[in-house]
């Protein structure tokens, strides 16, 4: 690239009156010099955003036809057009300048969503992935990094987007209950994710050890997951290695023919020892990732038996009779004795939430009913010694 060509450009573009005095070369980007032929050169950049050709040239003589050709010899001409002489105006659209004519074509900004875009461009990637990779800082334009999603861009913009690396976790395992050809059993630590609650999540979760078992649900972020545990929920997790016993599980789960049984420590002691908790359950619109009692939510019933009790805390058997998001920790908040290390719903501070899926009975696809149990976690009773 010839020296000081930017300094060429800013002085022709304030010759066209496009570029002031108070414009600096630091404005003038994505200079581009195409090859020099006998008699002309064409050199492309952006100037504010908005992308130019400049063509050097004494021997197309004002034609438009004639410099829009030379332009297409050396770059696909993108829609725009010439701009005239401000100066001149019997010139047309050429400037002398240095002892040549210069012609100067300015594309036309025809703007678009940069995430409409970015999906056309990547057909693979879909919609709520490329707005999640703007967000989190993955895409440029004109080398900048842009976060809006509905950012306006144009066809002369330079726009880049470097997906991040996929994590692996071939290190990583889980303790393994059960295992045939249809499905996996394990028992799930508190603190590990069921599964990823987006593209951009960087951490180990039972889907992604499920998913060196299964061959369902690949394509997405919960190969191999029929239902979830809450992140500090452990215990009980079955998942479905082909597509045939995903359907059969799923089933269960949705009809609630599946009995599922908790262990909790909750704080202080409810008023009836055993009992059923029928209480319809809504998301609470003042913090809508959370859950209330609502007479307007959907049906939940919960029945609890406390098994014993100390001074500040009493262990519990709960069994859920439908699957509501947050469902015991909800219904056990709201009769006043919540499960001890729930942030969230009222619980005592704790080292963990003291919940623990113990026990799921449930049909398998080659028509067996089995029972599979998780041991309850020492800490348990470190908290009832209390």
């Known amino acids: 690239m010839p020296k000081h060509i930017d300094s060429e450009i800013l002085a022709v573009l304030r010759q066209y009156r496009i570029a002031d005095e108070s414009s600096s070369k630091k404005s003038i980007t994505d200079i581009k010099q195409h090859p020099e032929r006998m008699l002309s050169r064409l050199v492309s950049f952006r100037f504010d955003r908005k992308r130019y050709f400049l063509l050097f040239d004494n021997a197309v003589g004002d034609d438009e036809a004639a410099v829009l050709d ?161 992140r500090d929920t452990s215990g009980i997790i079955i998942g479905a290695r082909n597509e045939r016993a995903a359907a059969v599980l799923k089933k269960q789960f949705a009809d609630r023919t599946t009995k599922k049984t908790y262990r909790a420590i909750i704080d202080g002691q409810p008023k009836q020892a055993h009992a059923v908790i029928d209480l319809p359950i809504g998301r609470n619109p003042s913090a809508p990732s959370t859950f209330r009692v609502d007479s307007s939510g959907k049906p939940a019933q919960t029945t609890y038996e406390v098994i014993r009790t100390s001074k500040r805390y009493s262990e519990a058997v709960l069994q859920p009779r439908t699957g509501r998001t947050h469902q015991l920790r909800v219904h056990m908040a709201y009769i006043l004795t919540p499960i001890h290390g729930d942030k969230v719903y009222g619980g005592k501070k704790g080292e963990r939430l003291y919940l623990h899926a113990e026990s799921l009975e449930i049909t398998l696809p080659d028509g067996k009913r089995m029972t599979f149990t998780a041991p309850v976690p020492s800490s348990f009773d470190q908290v009832m010694a209390k």
């Open 70 to 230: 030379h332009i297409a010899m050396d770059e696909p001409l993108l829609p725009g057009e010439l701009v005239r002489n401000p100066i001149e105006s019997e010139k047309g659209h050429g400037m002398p300048y240095k002892g040549k004519d210069v012609y100067l074509y300015a594309v036309a900004p025809t703007s678009r969503r940069l995430d409409h875009e970015l999906v056309d461009r990547y057909p693979d990637i879909s919609r709520s992935t490329v707005q999640k990779y703007i967000k989190a800082g993955y895409v440029t334009i004109n080398g900048e990094v842009q976060t809006r999603v509905n950012s306006d861009i144009t066809a002369s913009d330079v726009i880049a987007m470097t997906p991040p690396t996929k994590m692996t976790y071939e290190q990583d395992e889980l303790p393994v209950i059960y295992l045939d050809d249809d499905v996996i059993v394990i028992n799930k630590p508190s603190g590990i994710l069921t599964h990823s609650k987006g593209v951009l999540n960087e951490e180990f979760t039972v889907a992604d050890f499920f998913r060196r078992y299964t061959t369902w649900g690949l394509d997405t972020n919960r190969a191999g997951i029929v239902h979830r545990l809450d």
